[in-house]
């Protein structure tokens, strides 16, 4: 069994930067992949950034690309998303993820990954 929390959100004007974290326990952190998803009020979870367990591969998708980065410090059994140049659409609810065996197809499908946290609130508004 896997324990992921989220930590980070909070309230922030257009523009601004906000780096979100996730501590995970219970197994091996370093051989899962990562995840981070977003869900916002009304509509469904959505697949925001991924990182492979060893940091080799990641993935964004096209609306964070370039604003985003997620890492990894599998020493501290920590991910981080680096949001910059945050906008009033990234509002949402996000998610911490994690998957044994990460597919490089399905990598943005919520089913692919087996762990998930409560949720950090980030709400950009000015």
């Known amino acids: 069994q896997v324990q992921l929390v989220e930590s980070g959100g909070r309230l922030v004007a257009p523009g601004d930067s906000l780096r979100l974290s996730c501590v995970g326990s219970?197994?091996?952190?370093?051989?899962?992949?990562m995840g981070w998803f977003r869900q916002a009020p009304g509509k469904e979870r959505e697949f925001v950034s991924a990182i492979l367990w060893n940091g080799g591969r990641r993935f964004y998708t096209e609306s964070v690309e370039g604003r985003f980065t997620i890492s990894r410090d599998n020493a501290k059994n920590m991910v981080y998303l680096q949001m910059n140049s945050l906008k009033p659409e990234d509002t949402a609810t996000y998610y911490c993820s994690a998957a044994k065996v990460l597919s490089l197809v399905y990598y943005s499908d919520y089913a692919s990954y087996d762990y998930w946290g409560q949720g950090t609130q980030v709400t950009v508004s000015s």
């Open positions: 219970g197994r091996d952190f370093s051989a899962l992949s």
